[in-house]
């Protein structure tokens, strides 16, 4: 059986979990700001099977409007074009086998739009966090319950820190 020390610990690693999750999320959503996060994730078709972009190519800043995607196999090349072209923020993917992507900036609809994003995700962290809080607790007492919700406090602040930070960039 479980000691509660070790529920504590379990409830922790939830929580952190959780927050990477959100930051990894809100890392995707375009700023007008060119960062690899925004195509990392991208899946890419090589041969029926969904590959993350990040795993196919190394992915830099090419000044800071502009990202800069050399594929480590040039036989994907054109599986990575067609993948950018798809992404949310309607990127334009210039060159051959390395690829210049300039990010555009965002008009104020998109802005909107994307802080609405940033927002929604944002409260889908406070509900993980209350629905992991609540499981949590159906196994402490007390003192224990005080430090599960301590735990969960501090993550909900942590969540509130990268939505506001995201936010603020969205703003610039």
């Known amino acids: 059986m479980p000691t509660m020390e070790d529920a504590k610990k379990d409830f922790a690693a939830k929580l952190e979990t959780i927050s990477g999750a959100l930051r990894s999320d809100l890392q995707k ?16 078709d090589t041969g029926g099977t969904s590959t993350p972009l990040g795993q196919l190519a190394s992915i830099t800043l090419a000044g800071t409007t502009a990202l800069w995607v050399k594929p480590w196999d040039p036989s994907h090349a054109d599986a990575i074009h067609q993948a950018i072209r798809s992404a949310k923020f309607n990127p334009t993917p210039e060159g051959g086998g390395s690829v210049r992507v300039p990010v555009p900036p965002l008009t104020s609809d998109q802005r909107k739009q994307a802080q609405k994003e940033v927002s929604g995700r944002g409260e889908e962290a406070h509900v993980q966090v209350r629905t992991a809080l609540r499981d949590a ?3 402490a007492s007390g003192e224990e319950a005080t430090e599960l919700r301590s735990l969960a406090e501090q993550c909900t602040e942590q969540i ?7 936010e603020k960039s969205l703003r610039h």
């Open 160 to 166: 509130n820190k990268i939505v506001a930070d995201k």
């Open 29 to 44: 959503i375009s700023d007008g700001q060119a960062r690899p996060g925004l195509l990392e994730g991208l899946g890419v």
């Open 137 to 139: 607790l159906e196994a």
